[in-house]
């Protein structure tokens, strides 16, 4: 009897999963073949047999992703629409999409490809086909492969693909909490699957926040450093619009770096931008780092370094040192870093250096605008940059305009030193390293770089810090903005430093003694504040042994003031060399004096 009662259920069964009784035909139907009703029936019962054996079954596991569907999720970017390869020529990319056709700027994600690679829409052909720029190497690539639209700008990951319960999610809702799953685009039904609805994520954007400090990424997001995945949840965009006039600071106030020939000769604007010029092996590295140092401990702030299409070498380099002299440190005291790297060297497309500094500066701005702080931005080098895009502007077959630049030279270059601000709630101060091609001025991607620039120090080698008092300048050395003092006393070493250059000539030739009294003094004074303007290093005390020295800028204006007023002229020049205040000058004075006595 069981048995029976077991047969007509699986009868039953079987009757509802091939669905109801067609209406009879006139003609009847063709005879097609099907498997024996005993096997079947032998199936069913093996299956029952076993199923009531095991225990009671779990809720169905959600199936695994399969490919995007091609389905279009938001009609105004064409999310998850699938295009096709028609064209690869170098680092240009050629799809075409049957419908939701990509805005320009979108970030589309090739599948089934070796690497993982991102493409940046960059202009409408006509005919549903876009040109991209390739963000890495296009290597491997083939006519028709698939591209999936994410529907957002440049991103992090890969746009993930997640499995919900009717239950946990209907159409335009947001997951139910506790589902574990967050939303960051839409949803829509599943034609395979009738009880799961299929959440297309929108490819996460860039990385911020302090989980990035001590890490190395890349243009997309990726960390490069090879110690895991950066875990954080604040992601930002890298194309974003400048700050407006009404949230940007309008008072004008310097940021104090604790280096003497910097605050006093050529003061930082907070907020502003700094031209770094210099030739190689000058010391703009350590500078850089002494800087990244210093407002950390002065401001609580943070710094990020953006290597745009620099040697590889020397973004290794510098990774290193900075490690050495604690800048970044790994392991369980990765919190105590205070610098995050974005690296998009030489060896990368010119999609990818055209854009790295974007996502830098996109990282500098989650620690200005999300948490109030004063950030250094450091991007070397500037002219990179806009060589990179006057590249991806030859690919994109654009006239060129100047010497060969591309036509939109002011406006890529506006584009990321505008988002470079003082904002209410904080600001980014830019220190670019710019290299001038053959050492021409004139040439149009430096000369458009000056007319943005706040300040320039100049590096040369001698007198650590390897800052030139005489070339550097600012635009904030007025008596209106520093004061009376400070400016009166910047002038007042310029004066005396500008004498002493021209005497130089006059002392090669017939040596000090033809010098009159008064310029002898004036030699004299301008020596000792050569030396004065060096100082020991933090970030090289590893290597020089002297402790590091920070100066607060009252007291470094009050010991040149001094120094021009004569006040110190019985002290001997070494003791003003690689000290910080005029107190330690004193000290080291009276120390070389008792060791000559003795």
């Known amino acids: 009897m069981a048995s029976r009662r077991l047969l007509s259920s699986l009868l039953r069964s079987s009757s509802l999963h091939r669905g109801p009784s067609k209406p009879h035909l006139t003609k009847p139907p063709s ?126 990951r890969a746009p993930r693909r997640s499995w919900l319960t009717a239950q946990h999610c209907q159409l335009g809702f947001r997951p139910a909490s506790g589902s574990g799953l967050k939303m960051h685009g839409s949803v829509m039904p599943c034609r395979h699957f009738r009880k799961y609805f299929l959440l297309i994520v929108r490819a996460i954007e860039v990385p911020v926040g302090r989980a990035t400090l001590g890490r190395i990424i890349n243009v997309i997001g990726e960390p490069i450093d090879e110690r895991g995945e950066i875990k954080t949840d604040h992601y930002l965009p ?48 350590v500078l850089i780092m002494e800087l990244i140092n ?38 369980e005291k990765q919190a105590e870093s205070k610098c995050a790297l974005v690296y998009g060297q030489m060896n990368e497309p010119p999609g990818a250096r ?33 060589q990179a895009n006057s590249e991806v502007s030859a690919l994109l077959g654009r006239i060129p305009s100047a010497v060969g ?26 220190v670019q390293a710019i290299y001038v091609p053959a050492d021409d001025l004139t040439d149009p991607a430096p000369a458009t770089t000056f007319a943005h620039l706040d300040a320039t120090t100049i590096s040369e080698l001698g007198i650590y810090p390897a800052v030139d008092p005489l070339d550097s300048t600012s635009r904030m050395l007025s008596p209106h903005i520093l004061g009376e003092d400070h400016y009166n006393t910047a002038r007042g070493v310029q004066k005396v430093l500008q004498n002493y250059k021209n005497l130089q000539d006059i ?30 290093f933090h970030v090289a005390e590893v290597f020089t042994g002297a402790p590091g020295k920070y100066v607060e800028l009252k007291e470094s204006i009050v010991s040149f003031q001094g120094v021009l007023d004569g006040k110190f002229d019985d002290l001997s020049e070494h003791s003003f060399y690689m000290v910080g205040g005029i107190d330690e000058v004193i000290a080291k004075a009276e120390k070389i004096a008792k060791e000559s006595a003795s």
């Open 294 to 331: 210093n407002v950390a401990k002065a401001h609580g702030g943070f710094s990020v370094f953006a290597g745009v299409g620099e040697r590889t070498r020397e973004g290794n380099d510098l990774y290193r040192e900075m490690m050495e002299s604690g800048v970044i440190k790994l392991g």
């Open 31 to 156: 005879p097609r073949p099907s498997p024996s009703p005993t096997g079947f029936l032998l199936n069913r019962v093996l299956d029952y047999a076993t199923s009531a054996a095991a225990p009671s079954p779990s809720p169905p596991s959600p199936p695994k992703a399969p490919a995007p569907s091609g389905k279009i999720t938001d009609e105004f970017t064409g999310a998850g629409s699938i295009g096709k390869v028609c064209q690869v020529i170098g680092a240009v990319v050629d799809v075409r999409f049957d419908e939701g056709l990509p805005p320009i700027l979108t970030a589309l994600e090739v599948q089934d490809n070796s690497i993982r690679l991102v493409l940046e829409v960059a202009q409408h052909l006509g005919e549903s086909m876009v040109r991209t720029i390739a963000m890495d190497g296009t290597e491997g690539l083939v006519r028709g492969q698939r591209v999936l639209n994410t529907g957002s700008p440049i991103t992090q």
């Open 405 to 430: 630049y591309q036509p939109t030279l002011a406006t890529d270059l506006g584009g990321l030193q505008e988002r470079i601000t003082t904002t209410k709630k904080g600001s980014i101060t830019s």
């Open 507 to 536: 002392i090669a030739i017939l040596g000090m003694d033809e010098l009159s009294e008064d310029d002898k003094l004036t030699v004299s004074r301008a020596r000792k504040i050569q030396k004065f303007l060096s100082q020991p």
């Open 354 to 386: 055209a854009r790295v500094g974007l996502t830098g500066l996109t990282v500098a701005e989650h620690f200005r605008d999300a948490e109030g702080q004063d950030v250094l931005l450091f991007i070397d080098n500037i002219f990179r940059f806009t």
């Open 238 to 285: 890298i194309h974003r619009e400048a700050p407006a006039f009404v949230e940007q600071a309008t008072e004008q106030e310097i940021l104090v770096t604790g280096i003497k020939v910097v605050d006093l000769l050529a003061p930082y604007q907070r907020g502003g931008k700094i031209g770094l010029f210099g030739g190689a092996g000058v010391g703009k590295t």
